[in-house]
């Protein structure tokens, strides 16, 4: 058992008020190591560092923070193997999901390096005669970051990197379920050179630590990720704060693939296999709702469930597995419920959705096939977040257009067919924020933007050069030289 890990908060690792425990879902006899949980009035004092760390950092040269940006991306990629064990282990994603994970967030924090460098203002003419024009970005000022328990440490980088390269201040609270993969981020944060208060970690509890840092006047943003229920109260709480503060939230997904009748079938049903069942399904991008039109229907649920059994369900950290555990016991109760809704709803679960033993107790989940499922059913209208997927019968391109579109989120979107005339039809018609050809709606690029329409996303685009928009604010300034 290692020792208590702490919180960092002002440039110091201090203790909190309580103990976070983080349980592996592979074994739950395993306890990945305990954590102090901060309280009210630490997350208070994190808030003030970062306040009182602002006006230095946010006047920092781009060759600081590239440096202290490069460090961190060079650390994290050069421990890859070690953390992702650390990630597997506590998440639950396979080991090398979890070293992939840990690549990308290395990966993350380098684009940032670099985008330090690149943030340049315009100047122009004035429509009035003799003055000039600026318009450049400025840093929005103490940024809290909560974030969810399913990638993390490549969504705490997605928001830690930019808020850092555009001169932000940052308090981030990670998920209680995984506080391993934050702690061991936090501390190469902590040794990359950053003056004391920029970077602060406050693991805890989202009624505690989250809404301290939604009600304190200090914090200017706040950007989130989680589910659309906690999303709507942030939003709330972010607009009736005094002053209002700028927010970010990515939420749910129902997110559709398509499968035309034109579909190369092994394609089809590789992507299908993995947007719908690697990382457990625990994906906002994951598919899950398969949309297949008459003619390769049948051909199409028969090779998925010969693919299906040959995936191996167990201990998220043992070579040759495909699907690790669900997270904990109640992801687990909410994907069964979901199972039970669906076969009361009259779909047919045709293949999977059974407990597993294996060796260690834990969260084993066999991954889950429906048929005969319609788009108004509950299982293809509320987010499930397991490996549950369903097939939707549609007649051709255009009623599985028509159903892909139908779903209040708008996050992901796939098809996968031969026609160059439907996939182009459908980069252009589906409602969603990202859209693939014949590829998994899962598994995405770190240097392009990420996020949805509708109920799935709020404000401005995370990763890539757009995440300036929201880390940063413009300001135009008018001069008259004389
Ligand atoms: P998930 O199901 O992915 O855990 P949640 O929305 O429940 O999604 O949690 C995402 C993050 O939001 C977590 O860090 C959680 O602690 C935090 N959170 C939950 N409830 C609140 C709240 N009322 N205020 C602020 N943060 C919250």
New binding site residues.
């Given amino acids: 058992m290692t020792a208590l890990q702490k919180n960092f908060i002002a440039g110091d690792w201090v203790d909190g008020s309580g103990i976070t425990r983080d349980i592996n879902p592979s074994n739950t006899n395993d306890v990945v190591g305990e954590y102090a949980k901060a309280d009210k009035a630490q997350t208070e004092k994190a808030i003030a560092a970062a306040k009182g760390a602002f006006p230095a950092w946010s006047r920092s040269t781009p060759q600081e923070r590239f440096d202290a940006l490069n460090r961190i991306s060079t650390e994290i990629l050069a421990r890859k193997e070690e953390l992702g064990r650390l990630l597997a282990r506590e998440e639950g994603k396979t080991l090398p999901e979890g070293i992939g994970e840990v690549a990308r967030a290395g990966q993350i924090f380098a684009f940032f390096a670099g985008e330090a460098l690149r943030l340049m203002g315009e100047k122009g003419a004035s429509v009035r005669p003799g003055l000039e024009v600026e318009i450049t970005r400025e840093p929005v000022g103490v940024v809290g970051m909560?974030?969810?328990?399913?990638f993390p440490i490549a969504i705490p980088a997605w928001k830690i990197a930019p808020a850092l390269c555009y001169g932000n201040t940052v308090v981030f609270?990670?998920?209680?379920l995984v506080p391993g993969s934050a702690h061991a981020l936090s501390e190469i944060i902590a040794r990359s050179g950053l003056p004391a208060g920029v970077f602060n970690l406050v693991v805890g509890?989202?009624?505690v630590v989250?809404?301290t840092?939604?009600e304190h006047p200090d914090v200017s943003a706040i950007s989130?990720?989680?589910?659309v229920?906690?999303?709507r109260?942030?939003a709330q709480?972010c607009v009736l704060s005094n002053p209002m503060k700028k927010f970010q939230l990515e939420m749910g997904g129902k997110n559709p693939l398509v499968v035309l009748d034109d579909a190369d079938l092994k394609v089809a049903v590789e992507v299908a296999v993995n947007g719908a069942y690697f990382s457990t399904g625990q994906r906002c991008t994951a598919s899950s709702r398969l949309i297949v039109t008459s003619g390769i229907h049948d051909r199409f649920v028969a090779a998925m469930t010969e693919r299906m059994k040959g995936l191996s369900v167990g201990d998220a950290l043992k070579s040759g597995v495909h699907v690790g555990p669900v997270v904990d016991q109640s992801q687990l109760d909410q994907d069964l419920r979901y199972i039970k809704i669906g076969q009361d709803e009259g779909a047919r679960l045709y293949w999977g959705g059974e407990l597993l033993n294996r060796e260690t107790p834990g969260f084993y989940l066999q991954p889950a096939l429906f048929t005969e499922a319609n788009n108004a059913m509950r299982i293809a209208r509320e987010e499930i977040?397991g490996p549950v997927a369903c097939v939707i019968r549609a007649k051709d391109y255009e009623e599985a257009l028509a159903i892909s579109n139908d779903t209040e989120f708008g996050l992901a979107s796939g098809i996968c067919t031969t026609s160059l005339k439907y996939a182009s039809h459908y980069k252009r018609n589906s409602e969603a924020g990202m859209v693939m050809v014949n590829l998994p709606t899962a598994g995405v690029d770190y240097h392009v933007p990420f996020g949805g329409r509708k109920g799935s996303s709020y404000g401005a685009r995370e990763q890539g050069s757009y995440a300036r928009e929201f880390y940063t604010t413009v300001k135009t300034a008018y001069a008259n030289p004389g």
């Fill in positions: 909560i974030t969810p328990w399913n609270k990670p998920a209680e509890s989202g009624s989250g809404q840092l939604l989130f990720t989680g589910s229920a906690t999303g109260k942030i709480a977040f």
